[in-house]
């Protein structure tokens, strides 16, 4: 029956309208009649060997004008197929990789679980993947996605729960398909196949990567430097959004951890984050937050420094002097010390950047700019990489371009501040406190140890405080309960390290109370009153009639004069070391009970007798062990 007149002119035309509409690309539609978004301005270009014949004011970016909530924006990976009718199905093509019939989920699928996969002949080429209709010849076009070195895949995956498919998905510049299969088999044979054309494309480069090539290579002409950042807005500070990356991101690549978007999108966060720094109250925790997202994806690193470079220039390059005076511009700096002291930029961003800074400096050499710009080259020669990022302390500190003053502890000299920066390490902390308590002649090796209560662990010689002191905060805030309990805080502490020399002490020195810090239950020397009686020696405090401790001379391994006021016993697997001016009358008299038998100590098995080293020094005329002079009387026990 035919058509009336009316209804297949209408028909005519709506199918004319919509080829118009493939063939110029006024919003693309997908295969599920989703409606597209708007092409990103910020195209991507396969680098030239030779250049291209290219100048160095050729090109031209500018941000464009979007509306629209940012959610929405951000949105830009999802990018519908482009419906090519025209051509057919490819015959004998040399060079189709692989082909076969897959079934495809919808897009948006994972969201509307009641559209079935639709099952397509999918062709594999060194260029695009294709679906077509069918598998004969002249078969329709259906979708194609161009490959490039961006995009990526993922899988395979079986997915229980919506289709039992196993899935492989590959990402491009807007969007993501999702190739299914019944076979496992087959599934990672199609995830091969892309991954290889993938990585056989040449690396492409974003406009802002040309743009620096040829600031680069006109660094030596400052008028061509300043008319490149004049004509490209791209490259100088801006209010308005970000709506693309400055560098080539791997396209749909899911950051690792939770809370984390696709790279792409996380960089356009970043560079909102660093907007919302010129008017934040507490710019530390923003400044902590962004340099933990760059820990954390080491991949946005670069990225972060082109966007502090972009955001700390001016129209010719370096800022204007409006900027100088301005706190909010200054927050754009502060945050570059930091990331300075934290990360290495690659080759071509460290280049840029240190360019940037040079002409800052000549520009507005006395301005504060320049010195920000002198610390952030310096830093930049230092920087080896930190394991966590700055504390708050140290981020208020590099924001002020100041050192940060740090608390270690030492036995016998009480807290002792120490001033260091983002670079310094736990042996470098450990020599200027060895120099500053005179120790540094002494046989004994000295560390830094972290210690909290009866926990402590030696830090190696390399070990950056800073990174020590952002794990105290850390650990600090997740036990905000406990800060109030006596053993809670972490501490900085000078310990003895290796193997002990206590020969030759000087009982006036600061070595040792290092000493007897290695004992288990720490502590400094106690002074003690040492009693010698018939059968036993005890020790008891001053004042007190109960002895604290008592050894029968029975147990008596050893003594040994270890100098000229101090007095060495061993007790089973402990050593007792006694100071005091009189060691010389202690020992006779435990010589003296030490030779005569004992039930506990029979004549055959006798101790020797105590050792008397060189001695040239007199005899002390003080009378009794219960007034110590000095360092005299204290008693202490080694762990050996």
């Not at 969007?175 to 299914?180: E, F, T």
């Not at 809370?259 to 999108?265: F, M, S, T, V």
């Not at 960089?267 to 760059?294: D, H, I, K, N, S």
Request: hydrophobic letters at 35%.
């Amino acid at each position: 029956m035919p058509l009336p007149g009316g209804l297949w002119w209408l028909l005519c035309c709506r199918r004319g309208f919509t080829l118009l509409h493939r063939d110029y690309g006024d919003g693309e539609l997908s295969g599920d009649g989703d409606e597209d978004e708007d092409e990103e301005t910020f195209e991507l270009r396969t680098p030239s060997p030779a250049g291209g014949g290219r100048g160095p004011l050729e090109v031209t970016l500018t941000q464009p004008v979007r509306s629209g909530p940012v959610s929405n924006r951000l949105q830009s990976w999802e990018e519908t197929w482009s419906l090519i009718p025209e051509k057919g199905l490819p015959e004998d093509d040399p060079d189709i990789v692989v082909k076969g019939w897959l079934y495809r989920e919808p897009r948006g699928g994972g969201a509307r679980p009641w559209l079935p996969p639709r099952r397509a002949w999918f062709v594999l080429t060194r260029d695009s993947l294709d679906q077509f209709s069918s598998s004969g010849k002249g078969a329709r076009r259906l979708g194609s996605l161009v490959l490039t070195s961006l995009c990526s895949v993922t899988g395979p995956e079986r997915r229980r729960k919506e289709t039992g498919l196993w899935s492989v998905t590959v990402s491009g510049r807007k969007h993501s398909v999702r190739l299914c299969s019944p076979r496992q088999a087959e599934a990672e044979r199609w995830g091969v196949a892309l991954r290889e054309v993938i990585a056989s494309k040449a690396p492409l480069e974003t406009p802002t990567q040309l743009l620096l090539r040829d600031i680069q290579e006109s660094c030596g002409d400052p008028e061509a430097v300043a008319l490149i950042y004049l004509r490209n807005p791209i490259l100088r500070h801006t209010s308005g959004a970000l709506y693309a990356p400055l560098l080539p991101l791997p396209y749909g690549v899911s950051a690792p951890g939770p809370g984390y978007a696709p790279l792409r999108e996380e960089a356009v966060r970043l560079f909102l984050a660093l907007q919302a720094l010129e008017g934040a109250r507490r710019p530390g925790p923003l400044m902590q937050g962004v340099l933990q997202t760059c820990r954390d994806l080491p991949a946005l690193r670069d990225e972060l420094f082109l966007q502090l470079a972009k955001q700390t220039s001016g129209p010719a390059g370096p800022p204007g002097l409006p900027a100088t005076q301005d706190p909010a511009a200054l927050r754009y700096w502060q945050l570059l010390t930091c990331m300075s002291c934290t990360f290495r930029p690659g080759g071509a961003v460290r280049g840029h950047l240190l360019g940037h800074l040079e002409r800052t400096e000549q520009a507005l050499p006395d301005s504060e700019l320049a010195e920000y710009a002198r610390f952030i080259r310096k830093a930049l020669g230092r920087t080896r990489g930190r394991e966590l990022v700055p504390s708050l302390a140290e981020i208020s500190a590099l924001s002020q371009r100041q050192e940060l003053l740090c608390t270690v502890h030492c036995p016998g000299a009480g807290a002792c501040a120490v001033a260091i920066d983002s670079h310094t390490t736990a042996g470098e902390v450990a020599r200027e406190l060895v120099g500053r308590l005179g120790l540094a002649r002494s046989r004994n090796a000295f560390a830094l140890y972290e210690q909290r209560g009866a926990q402590e662990r030696a830090l190696a010689g390399g070990t950056l405080v800073a990174d020590v002191l952002t794990r105290f905060e850390n650990l600090a805030a997740e036990e905000g309960g406990l800060e109030d309990s006596p053993d809670s805080g972490w501490r900085l502490c000078l310990r003895l390290h290796g193997p002990l020399h206590p020969e030759g002490l000087s009982p006036d020195g600061h070595e040792l109370p290092f000493l007897f810090e290695q004992e288990p239950g720490g502590g400094a020397p106690q002074k003690l009153c040492l009693g010698l009686g018939a059968k036993a020696m005890s020790l008891s405090r001053p004042g007190e009639t109960e002895p604290i401790h008592s050894v029968s001379y029975g147990h008596v391994a050893a003594c040994q004069l270890m100098g000229p006021h101090t007095l060495a016993l061993r007790v089973g697997e402990s050593q007792l070391l006694l100071q005091s001016p009189q060691v010389e009358e202690i020992m006779q008299l435990v010589n003296a009970y030490l030779a005569n038998p004992s039930p506990e100590r029979p004549c055959s098995s006798s101790s020797p007798p105590c050792q008397d080293l060189p001695d040239t020094s007199p005899p002390s005329q003080r009378p009794g062990l219960d007034e110590p002079q000095g360092q005299s009387g204290c008693l202490g026990q080694l762990q050996d």
